[in-house]
């Protein structure tokens, strides 16, 4: 029994890092209202950050969050502002803008195999760190402790997200594009200066995900695919676009990942997360705290 | 000097022109109707002014400065507020917040907290429901926040939509009360409507917009009393 609440522990910790990668994903998907498939491209690159940072500099891991998530930041910022935004403009008078889901699709291609030419199939970690394999003994239960940091992060990030959306200036707007575009800029917003800004702060929560990641994870060029799936099956069981939702997505996930393998075989976790992503589609579309609502 | 000048604009849908070598001019504290009916091109020549659409030939000018290619965004800066047909209101947002976002704007952004307690004062009911979800409002509330949310941006010229679109012919006469109110504070008004009666009523001018081109001009008492208005609009 006691090893059943271990996992669960353990899978509630590891489910919301899942959500924190998902949470720029759903946040790009609620304003923009595009599928970013270089998302999980976006946390490898953020990996890497961190991986550089930490090494070159002898930081503790997540000291390495002051420089991965400005530069992140600017890079999702930019990344939009050249490559997306002119697109977006051509589609202009397109609801959900097919075009820029391929041209995503392509930045995932080229980040991943700009990785690889540079740095090279190796999978990389961070030997030295202070967090690496540590667990915190509490009675018989181990409980792995850059995952409780990963945990804590995953919860102040949302919370912070979330209130810069309900009461910043920047945040309302943000929410206003992503409810109506016209009539937002019809109050004077720009509409791709927030895209931008969006995919800026969608790109930064990658960046501070992969923080949270390097200490225990290997670091390789196509790392991000793995989260990419697992990002889309979080943003639709949370409801796409809900914040709160993407951590407790994860955290379902995570659940089920930790806790199945207790009763069957392990390969098994990936069909009951598949049959659960099918079924909340059935069942709810709107995802199991996604506001109904016409996008 | 006018103060909203049209000059001459053709505007197009794709292959289809909407509106033909129209012009039409606005002075500074002016109540002006423009009525017409379904597809006459009246929210084509608001959209048009507001910069959600462009001209492809004339030109518009704005306090001496020529806006017919300006983005949205720039026009709400020079002033002009456009309250959309169909309210527009972002509807899982709450109506405070709905308001603070009508003063987006760098021109009203600064006077967000003392412009709100205007618009309180005018329409006393979205401080009551402030916290409320926008979509939980009945048509009339929505329309005042609507036109709240455009106050919020102050405006130099305010342009409404049809705000009596689908409502109750009480509250219709609640929300013409409401933008008399506007314009005896000084803000210029151009109101498009189908309800003529109300709206030329309260006008000092009115254009008839018939196929995209101005049919007739002139003071609102004289539209009134027009035979062809009271045949083609009025049913009489």
């Known amino acids: 029994m006691i090893y059943i609440l271990e996992d669960a522990i353990n899978g509630v910790l590891m489910g919301s890092i899942y959500g924190l990668t998902a949470l720029g994903l759903t946040l790009i998907f609620g304003v923009l209202k595009v599928i970013n498939f270089a998302h999980g491209s976006l946390l490898m690159v953020g990996m890497y950050a961190a991986y550089w940072a930490i090494i070159l500099t002898g930081v503790h891991p997540y000291v390495a969050l002051i420089i991965v998530a400005p530069v992140m930041y600017l890079f999702g910022y930019y990344l939009q502002d050249i490559v997306i935004k002119p697109i977006f403009k051509a589609e202009k008078d397109v609801r959900e803008p097919i075009t820029v889901i391929i041209v995503t699709t392509g930045v995932w291609y080229i980040l991943d195999n700009l990785t690889l030419l540079i740095f090279g199939p190796t999978y990389r970690n961070i030997q030295d760190n202070p967090l690496k394999g540590k667990m915190l003994e509490i009675g018989e239960m181990f409980i792995s402790v850059p995952k409780l940091w990963g945990f804590v992060t995953a919860v102040v990030t949302a919370a912070a997200v979330y209130w810069f959306l309900q009461k910043t200036r920047m945040g309302r707007a943000i929410r206003a594009t992503s409810l109506d575009r016209e009539a937002a800029s019809l109050m004077g917003i720009n509409q791709f200066k927030v895209y931008n800004v969006a995919f800026g702060i969608g790109t930064a929560t990658a960046g501070i995900a992969a923080v949270t990641l390097v200490p225990f994870y290997n670091i390789f060029p196509s790392v991000g695919v793995l989260f990419d799936i697992k990002g889309f099956i979080i943003v639709v069981l949370g409801g796409l676009g809900s914040i709160g939702g993407a951590i407790l997505g994860g955290i379902i996930i995570g659940l089920i990942e930790s806790i199945a393998p207790q009763f069957m075989t392990a390969t098994w976790t990936e069909a009951i997360v598949y049959g659960l992503f099918l079924v909340v589609l059935f069942v709810k579309p709107s995802g199991l705290f996604g506001v109904k609502y016409d996008w | ?236």
């Open chain 2, 1 to 236: 000097m006018s103060f909203l000048e049209v000059k001459n604009i053709d505007v197009y849908y794709g292959d289809v022109q909407v509106i033909f070598d129209l012009s039409l001019e606005i002075a500074e504290g002016e109540v002006v109707s423009i009525i017409g009916g379904n597809g006459a091109g009246k929210s084509t020549l608001l959209k048009t002014i507001s910069g959600l659409m462009h001209p492809a030939k004339g030109e518009i000018f704005f306090e001496d400065t020529a806006i017919q290619t300006a983005p949205p965004e720039k026009i709400v800066e020079c002033g002009i507020v456009q309250v959309p047909e169909g309210r527009r209101l972002f509807t899982l947002m709450s109506v405070k917040d709905n308001l603070i976002v009508g003063a987006y704007n760098s021109r009203a952004d600064q006077y967000a907290n003392t412009t709100i307690e205007d618009v309180y004062t005018l329409l006393p009911r979205l401080q009551e429901r402030e916290s409320q979800l926008a979509m939980t409002l009945s048509g009339g509330e929505q329309q005042m926040v609507a036109i709240g949310r455009g106050l919020m941006a102050k405006p130099k010229l305010l342009m409404l939509d049809e705000p009596s679109l689908g409502l109750a012919p009480i509250l219709i006469k609640d929300i013409f009360q409401t933008v008399r109110k506007i314009a005896d504070q000084g803000t210029t008004v151009l109101l498009v409507e189908q309800d003529v009666i109300h709206s030329l009523r309260l006008s000092d001018r009115g254009y008839v917009l018939e196929h995209g081109r101005i049919a007739m001009e002139g003071p609102a008492k004289d539209l009134l009393n027009d035979p062809h208005i009271k045949t083609a609009y009025l049913g009489l």
